[in-house]
């Protein structure tokens, strides 16, 4: 071979390896944790999470892991869940309902946590300020435990010859105290008598249901907690056992499953904000320097065929009022 021929060869084995090179780099795959204490299934809200990844480029098998973790209404096993997630490492929590940012805030300090529906993190602590959140946590806030009154006032609404409601409580929430003062507060300007059942676990469950069987009241309400989210099957069941009507405050699958109402956050809505956070911190941002979303949906959807087994007649009023009416 000729020296000029030699030298081409040179040349173009230069400028190959290169591109070879970068057509060979591995992608690299983000793995993202998700932390709750609700139960494993059904989870609706995972799938909504996941369809905004992959709207935003995070394919799960190719350039994305997630890795779920669900208490399954025990919260006392959140912290070793959290720090599961945190040696594995992941790069992101998403943490939803107070328990499990909590769990996850004591677990690290360096691993950014998402939040969602976490009332008042800053009067909790999670967070310096809404605007500027200072640390390792930022994400979208849940509502103030004042719209548990305007939920009691909708089942009012609903079924007004009702005096007595049967609220299911777990007392040992973070949330449970302003819950309680804000339906104490409602009731008592809507004439209504309550009735709390208590739950401190899951070993407890039985005890409540059992209670809900000989209780006198006229409906039930079902607050946000994840204990009773775990159980929902179990509670709608005994509910239309003994015809109550159930105004849920969590997740949409109670009414879809047989609940009367449901009034409460877009749950859809803060899934998809909660990947939009996840985007930005993977590329780059802090998390201590994107504000915490308020929220700015609420949702009101009727069972008119739960309505129509219990022999109610859902004022015209309210299903105008009804973002979704289930028929």
Same mark, same amino acid.
């Given at each position: 071979?000729?020296?000029?021929?030699?030298?081409?060869?040179?040349?173009?084995?230069?400028?190959?390896?290169?591109?070879?090179?970068?057509?060979?780099?591995?992608?690299?795959?983000?793995?993202?944790?998700?932390?709750?204490?609700?139960?494993?299934?059904?989870?609706?809200?995972?799938?909504?999470?996941?369809?905004? /990844?992959?709207?935003?480029?995070?394919?799960?098998? #190719?350039? !994305?892991?997630?890795?779920?973790?669900?208490?399954?209404?025990? +919260?006392?096993?959140?912290?070793?869940?959290?720090? @599961?997630?945190?040696?594995?490492?992941?790069?992101?929590?998403?943490?939803?309902?107070?328990?499990?940012?909590? *769990? *996850?805030?004591?677990?690290?300090?360096?691993?950014?946590?998402?939040?969602?529906?976490?009332?008042?993190?800053?009067?909790?602590?999670? &967070?310096?300020?809404?605007?500027?959140?200072?640390?390792?946590?930022?994400?979208?806030?849940?509502?103030?435990?004042?719209? $548990?009154?305007?939920?009691?006032?909708?089942?009012?609404?609903?079924?007004?010859? $009702?005096?007595?409601?049967?609220?299911?409580?777990?007392?040992?929430?973070? %949330?449970?105290?302003?819950?309680?003062?804000?339906?104490?507060?409602?009731?008592?300007?809507?004439?209504?008598? /309550?009735?709390?059942? @208590?739950?401190?676990?899951?070993?407890?469950? #039985?005890?409540?249901?059992?209670?809900?069987?000989?209780? +006198?009241?006229?409906?039930? !309400? &079902?607050?946000?907690?994840?204990?009773?989210?775990?159980?929902?099957?179990? $509670?709608?069941?005994?509910?239309?056992?003994?015809?109550?009507?159930?105004?849920?405050?969590?997740?949409?699958?109670?009414? @879809?499953?047989?609940?009367?109402?449901?009034?409460? !956050?877009?749950?859809?809505?803060?899934?998809?904000?909660?990947?939009?956070? &996840? =985007?930005?911190?993977?590329?780059?941002?802090?998390?201590?320097?994107?504000?915490?979303?308020?929220? %700015?949906?609420?949702?009101?959807?009727?069972?008119?065929?739960?309505?129509? *087994?219990?022999?109610?007649?859902?004022?015209?009023?309210? /299903?105008?009022?009804? =973002?979704?009416?289930?028929?």
């Amino acid at each position: 071979m000729t020296t000029l021929a030699l030298l081409v060869v040179l040349v173009l084995s230069l400028l190959v390896a290169p591109c070879t090179s970068k057509a060979q780099q591995p992608t690299h795959v983000h793995r993202i944790g998700r932390l709750t204490g609700g139960n494993r299934s059904p989870d609706p809200n995972l799938e909504v999470f996941r369809q905004e /990844l992959r709207a935003l480029g995070y394919v799960e098998g #190719d350039n !994305l892991v997630l890795d779920l973790r669900y208490a399954e209404g025990q +919260d006392e096993r959140l912290p070793a869940l959290a720090a @599961e997630l945190v040696r594995l490492p992941v790069e992101v929590i998403v943490a939803t309902g107070a328990p499990a940012a909590r *769990a *996850a805030q004591q677990a690290t300090t360096t691993v950014p946590i998402v939040i969602i529906t976490l009332t008042d993190p800053v009067g909790g602590g999670f &967070v310096s300020s809404l605007a500027r959140p200072g640390g390792n946590i930022t994400g979208v806030s849940g509502p103030s435990a004042a719209f $548990i009154g305007k939920q009691l006032e909708l089942l009012k609404d609903a079924v007004p010859e $009702i005096t007595r409601v049967a609220v299911l409580l777990h007392p040992t929430h973070p %949330m449970a105290p302003p819950i309680v003062s804000e339906i104490a507060r409602a009731a008592q300007a809507l004439g209504i008598q /309550l009735r709390l059942l @208590e739950a401190q676990g899951p070993s407890e469950v #039985d005890t409540l249901l059992a209670a809900m069987t000989r209780t +006198d009241a006229e409906a039930l !309400l &079902v607050p946000p907690f994840p204990l009773f989210d775990a159980h929902r099957h179990r $509670i709608l069941a005994v509910a239309a056992q003994r015809r109550l009507p159930v105004m849920a405050t969590d997740r949409r699958g109670w009414v @879809e499953e047989g609940a009367l109402l449901f009034y409460g !956050l877009s749950s859809t809505a803060h899934y998809r904000r909660a990947a939009t956070y &996840v =985007d930005k911190i993977l590329k780059g941002a802090h998390p201590g320097d994107l504000p915490v979303e308020q929220p %700015m949906k609420f949702e009101l959807v009727v069972n008119l065929k739960t309505a129509q *087994a219990l022999g109610l007649t859902i004022p015209p009023s309210m /299903l105008f009022q009804a =973002d979704e009416v289930i028929r």
